[in-house]
């Protein structure tokens, strides 16, 4: 039972946890920006699948990461699009038009992987990368400093998209899209094109989690390959309150329990494996429900924008 305690143990615990939380971040960083401007994307999940699998078809069939990491971004700019013109142009139950994004990202990953892949394979995948000096830090660099970029990229994107929505004119911008569509229309904002901008590059971010599992830190792709990572997504959206820094703390917590129940088993700790397995699940229903209650919403969230009513 000493092992637990082992710096090798805790090292290796820590670094888990931050490679479990780089696409909860990424996606929900994305959602963040969605929401802000006040729509509710549901269908963060297949739009990571369905990027998951382009990315990895691309690299499996190229090589080249640089091209998997592009199909990413064109599948999530592409999915966006989608869920901006059904729930923006058209004005959509969000909800509803994320459940239906969801399941065509689900049922059309899965068919492509059917046909063009058949069975489970693996790529190169992307290599990790130890940052100059950092890396030599005892203890802490092996920890923080040797990842794959896309880590280093969504913990970079924190401070970034704050800065962005608490200290810009356009983060002030998406706030009062979000907040009062209605007075920001009467200043002169668009805000369908506002809304159209944050929910594709807020799909963007989802399709780049998304190949982050596939190309980066599973290097395979199967069958619902992110376990409805999505949902937590938007789960950690509500959880930080809108922020950025709040979604960061989130989705750390969340991979925090999963690297627990990882190295649970790895270290043979007698504890069924199913209920290790609910633990991270468990602790995301516990935190939201204590969480909602003083977290204050965008007050046009999830509510279309009719021109011309108050």
């Not at 994320?98 to 190169?124: A, D, H, R, Y």
């Amino acid at each position: 039972m000493s092992d637990v305690y082992s710096l090798t143990v805790i090292t290796g615990f820590l670094s888990t946890m931050l490679i479990l939380a780089t696409p909860l971040l990424l996606a929900a960083l994305g959602e963040t920006i969605s929401q802000n401007s006040g729509v509710v994307n549901l269908g963060v999940n297949g739009i990571m699948l369905l990027s998951a699998f382009f990315a990895f078809y691309v690299v499996l069939m190229t090589e080249s990461l640089f091209l998997g990491i592009l199909a990413a971004i064109a599948t999530g700019l592409a999915m966006g699009l989608i869920m901006s013109l059904v729930s923006i142009t058209l004005k959509a139950e969000q909800g509803v038009s994320g459940i239906g994004l969801n399941m065509f990202g689900l049922g059309l990953s899965s068919l492509l992987f059917k046909v063009l892949v058949g069975t489970v394979k693996t790529v190169g995948g992307m290599p990790k990368i130890a940052l100059p000096l950092l890396s030599k830090i005892p203890l802490l660099g092996p920890v923080f400093f040797e990842h794959h970029l896309f880590v280093y990229f969504a913990f970079a994107m924190v401070p970034l998209l704050w800065w962005i929505l608490e200290r810009t004119t356009w983060g002030l911008t998406i706030k009062s899209v979000g907040q009062n569509p209605a007075a920001a229309d009467s200043r002169g904002i668009n805000v369908n094109l506002v809304r159209y901008i944050c929910v594709t590059s807020g799909a963007v971010m989802a399709g780049l989690a998304g190949a982050s599992l596939s190309i980066a830190t599973l290097n395979l792709f199967q069958d619902n390959l992110t376990a409805g990572q999505g949902f937590i997504a938007v789960a950690l959206v509500y959880f930080g309150g809108w922020s950025p820094v709040g979604v960061m703390w989130g989705a750390l917590l969340f991979s925090a329990a999963n690297s627990v129940q990882l190295w649970m088993q790895v270290l043979g700790v007698p504890v069924p494996a199913s209920l290790a397995n609910m633990l991270p699940y468990l602790l995301t229903v516990i935190t939201l429900t204590f969480s909602g209650r003083r977290n204050r919403k965008p007050g046009a969230l999830n509510k279309p924008f009719f021109r011309g009513e108050a």
